[in-house]
Nanobody, 115 residues
Framework: QVQVVESGGGLVQAGGSLTLSCAAS????????MAWYRQGPGKQRELVAH???????YYTGSVKGRFTIDRDYARNIVNLQMDSLKPEDTGVYYC?????????WGQGTQVTVSS
């Protein structure tokens, strides 16, 4: 069993910054991938960034150079630093934690970027 809790969303003007945080807790042996997804208005959920247990990092093209994912392996926390935000970054951001090849989701946190 794992609980996944996100925090840090909010309203920001274009060009601003936000940091999202996600903490995984519960009874488990080890976590594989920790990832951030987002779902914009009228859009499908998409992978934004992830960091594997081995330290490999992935970013979707639209956020490369603007977002940074960081992971605290000891505390099972993953953060997403979002800089130079654009209105198209608006959406609900979800944290996903991989346990035994299964993704476990948080409840999501709203990010709104005004123009």
């Amino acid at each position: 069993q794992v609980q996944v809790v996100e925090s840090g969303g909010g309203l920001v003007q274009a060009g601003g910054s936000l940091t999202l945080s996600c903490a995984a807790s519960g009874s488990f042996y080890s976590i594989g991938v920790m990832a951030w997804y987002r779902q914009g208005p009228g859009k499908q959920r998409e992978l934004v960034a992830h960091k594997t247990s081995g330290g490999s990092v992935y970013y979707t093209g639209s956020v490369k150079g603007r977002f940074t994912i960081d992971r605290d392996y000891a505390r099972n926390i993953v953060n997403l630093q979002m800089d130079s935000l654009k209105p198209e970054d608006t959406g609900v951001y979800y944290c996903a934690v991989e346990l035994d090849t299964k993704l476990n989701w948080g409840q999501g946190t709203q990010v709104t970027v005004s123009s």
